[in-house]
């Protein structure tokens, strides 16, 4: 085995593939003029309609931030800020089409992307990075407040 095989140790080997997949979604999303966060933002709303509260949480953003986000987000056709009929200081956030499609396009190559990374693996090794990963990130989820499933990757 080559210097260049050997293992590295779980944290450094984490962070290294931590590095490896944020380079490739941050070089995709530049693609687009998307930021990291504008990407995750986007993610987040393929599947469900928040509530800015809500988006902050999940994105971990103060509410200026989450605001100067959405704003963006919103000028650029990519999203919806509605007030809710209920409590007019609530407003909820959904994807338009076109932020929709963006999203998709992003994906699409996203997947492409780390399929090369883990083009050296064999089915089965990928099948239990992806099983320990989703425990991870589900025991996670779960310490923070968030229901596993609820927070779409792109992440």
Do not use: C, W
Not at 24 to 36: H, K, M, Q, T
Request: charged fraction near 30%; hydrophobic fraction near 45%.
């Amino acid at each position: 085995m080559s210097s260049r095989d050997e293992t590295l140790g779980l944290v450094d080997a984490l962070a290294q593939l931590s590095f490896l997949v944020q380079n490739a979604l941050a070089e995709i999303a530049a693609d687009y003029d998307l930021s990291l966060i504008q990407t995750r933002l986007l993610g987040v709303l393929r599947d469900r309609e928040p509530t800015m509260n809500e988006l902050g949480r999940h994105l971990d953003l103060d509410k200026s931030s989450i605001t100067g986000l959405i704003s963006r987000a919103q000028r650029r056709g990519l999203v919806v800020r509605t007030v809710s009929d209920i409590d007019r200081r609530v407003a909820r956030v959904s994807i338009t089409d076109d932020g929709r499609n963006l999203v998709e396009q992003v994906a699409e190559l996203f997947a492409v992307r780390i399929g090369n990374l883990l083009a050296d693996l064999a089915d089965d090794e990928r099948q239990d990075l992806a099983r320990l990963a989703s425990r991870i990130v589900g025991a996670d989820m779960r310490r923070n407040g968030f229901e596993p499933g609820t927070e779409a990757v792109s992440d």
